[in-house]
């Protein structure tokens, strides 16, 4: 998203007519589906093609981000894939238990429907960033209201209004009805509008007293789900980079950054029908995430 230098975001970032650069307004959730009408195309699955970067960051996102990040471009995020064991300095590779659960408890505290009152340690920033990268792959984003809501709760108060600002206009409503929403991102009568980012691991590249940068590896999924849908659920791996700070007491995402991968080989599972998968969307609710 181009919001300039000064305010540590890219300048070659800019979302793109593609409905499916990003899920939930975040490069955090880049998802592309295939462009074919007719049918409910899950019986042809096909590998998503590839776009230039997009305007919104997180995830971006996500959307996946989450969508997506939800989670665009928000520069300023390490990035550079170098290991850390907390000091800033690198450290050795991880050990093969370190996607074990840390054994802390889940926090308690929600800030409306986001989870907050993260620990000031690295297990904190690994949840915190775990948790904002859900929200902000989240179909929430694709409202006005909510979309506020999200980045206010997730976000530095000194970048949510000039980021806020940013995403109203990259939520036009002619992006929403290319991604199959009505004009005022509302979801079509019939169907199902699917946007979520689920975390596969994390990893905490550095680390001072009230800053942390956590690289958060996810898969996404975004599309509209329903009969007759021409816009079928598609899933996508992606590694978000968010750089947080320690704000008031609890951390809020500063910047971040996303790229591809890693992405395993397709399974042989059959693709569902939109009815299945619109299903377990309505069926299935989602998880704090916990270091």
Not at 3 to 25: E, F, P, Q, V
Not at 36 to 59: C, H, K
Not at 234 to 248: C, D, H, P, R
């Amino acid at each position: 998203m181009s919001l300039g230098d000064d305010n540590g975001y890219g300048n070659d970032s800019g979302r793109t007519d593609d409905a499916y650069s990003t899920i939930g307004g975040t490069r955090q959730t880049r998802t592309r589906l295939p462009d074919g009408e007719g049918g409910d195309g899950y019986n042809t699955p096909r590998r998503p093609a590839r776009a230039s970067r997009s305007l919104i960051t997180m995830a971006g996102v996500v959307v996946l981000l989450i969508a997506a990040i939800a989670f665009a471009n928000m520069g300023g995020g390490d990035g550079n894939g170098n290991d850390g064991d907390g000091s800033g300095k690198g450290g050795s590779k991880p050990e093969a238990a370190s996607t074990a659960a840390t054994g802390t408890k889940p926090v308690t505290g929600k800030n409306g429907t986001i989870p907050s009152g993260f620990a000031h340690d690295e297990q904190g920033a690994q949840s915190a960033a775990s948790n904002y990268a859900v929200a902000l792959g989240s179909a929430g984003m694709f409202s006005t209201d909510t979309r506020r809501s999200i980045v206010q709760t997730t976000h530095d108060p000194a970048v949510v209004e000039s980021l806020v600002a940013a995403l109203t206009k990259a939520y036009s409503p002619s992006f929403l009805k290319n991604v199959g929403l009505n004009e005022d991102g509302t979801t079509p009568s019939g169907l199902t509008f699917v946007s979520r980012t689920i975390p596969v691991g994390t990893k905490v590249t550095e680390k001072t007293g009230d800053t942390a940068t956590v690289e958060v590896w996810c898969t996404g999924l975004v599309g509209m789900a329903g009969p007759g849908s021409t816009k079928p659920v598609s899933a996508t791996w992606f590694t978000i980079s968010e750089k947080l700070k320690w704000v008031g007491d609890d951390w809020r995402i500063e910047s971040s950054s996303q790229k591809e991968g890693p992405t395993p080989v397709n399974g042989d599972n059959r693709a569902s029908t939109a009815d299945e998968i619109a299903g377990a969307v309505e069926g299935y609710g989602g998880f704090t995430y916990a270091r």
